[in-house]
């Protein structure tokens, strides 16, 4: 079934990762990536939703680490294609505003538009980066840079802005120009920026059924090797697994009350708040 395949993925998948972390640990010198932090979560596409596939102009240390995570994958594996999913990945980018150091939790793709004002060019005034600019070094479709601009620009957490920015509609336009918001400023130094999904309409239903597939296969993964667990520590432990696509913590509550509804786990009767696998 959907639910086993995704099972054996997230067991998998956990086993890469930590095979991985070793192998670049063992080859630290030979590979350069030097203090970066770098994991892959490989799942086998026809047991997860389904998503539009995003041509994306990678940094040439985000390149340099998909090569060597390939590199890696096909001296284990000869029979799996390898087809990344920019959308889905999460990268932390330091950001420092006014001599204060943040660290900034955003998408793949937000974090290749940022890495644009690290590098200024001859055509730059002032770190400015014209939308023209931005759109030729990520390679992103107009759709997808105008919704990743809006969220650095127009989000909670500006950390750009849009010159001449008398245009209070937040709508961006192929004739705008950003640049760094050095006047930045937020109490906390971890900020997670989010983003507006860009699954299309149409298909939306559909990941949905199929995220909650998942994340019932996570519950069930963790319980089955846990036994019984307290709630909040469920809940968390399956944001963990699943950060890929970031589900609803209330999502997730909603799907541990199917699997108690299926008998899959029962609530413990001296503490409501802790759950027994059955299954």
């Excluded at 000869?78 to 330091?94: C, E, T």
């Excluded at 006014?98 to 890495?115: E, G, H, R």
């Excluded at 650095?152 to 500006?158: D, E, H, I, V």
């Excluded at 890929?244 to 541990?256: E, H, L, N």
């Amino acid at each position: 079934t959907k639910m086993e395949g995704m099972l054996t993925d997230l067991t998998l998948a956990a086993d890469n990762i930590s095979g991985f972390t070793s192998y670049c640990v063992d080859n630290e010198e030979r590979l350069g990536l030097g203090k970066l932090d770098f994991s892959v979560q490989v799942l086998t596409a026809g047991h997860w939703p389904t998503f539009k596939s995003i041509d994306v102009a990678l940094s040439p240390i985000m390149q340099k680490c998909t090569q060597v995570f390939k590199d890696y994958y096909e001296q284990k594996t000869s029979h799996r294609k390898l087809s990344w999913v920019f959308s889905l990945g999460n990268a932390s980018v330091k950001g420092i505003f006014n001599k204060k150091v943040y660290d900034l939790n955003v998408t793949t793709l937000q974090a290749v538009v940022l890495l644009c004002f690290n590098v200024i060019g001859s055509d730059d005034t002032q770190g400015i980066r014209s939308y023209e600019s931005i759109a030729a070094m990520t390679g992103l479709q107009e759709e997808v840079l105008k919704r990743v601009l809006h969220s650095l620009a127009w989000g909670k957490y500006r950390v750009i802005k849009r010159v001449d920015n008398t245009d209070k509609g937040g709508v961006v336009k192929q004739t705008d120009s950003f640049q760094f918001n050095e006047t930045f400023t937020c109490p906390m130094r971890k900020i997670r920026i989010p983003m507006a999904s860009l699954e299309d309409n149409q298909s939306t239903k559909k990941v949905e059924e199929d995220r909650s597939i998942a994340i019932e296969a996570a519950i069930v993964r963790i319980m089955k090797a846990r036994k019984t667990f307290q709630h909040q520590q469920l809940v968390a432990e399956v944001l963990t697994q699943l950060n890929f696509f970031k589900p609803d913590p209330k999502v997730v509550k909603r799907r541990i009350e199917a699997l108690i509804d299926r008998e899959y786990l029962e609530r413990d009767s001296n503490s409501p708040n802790v759950y027994k696998y059955l299954a």
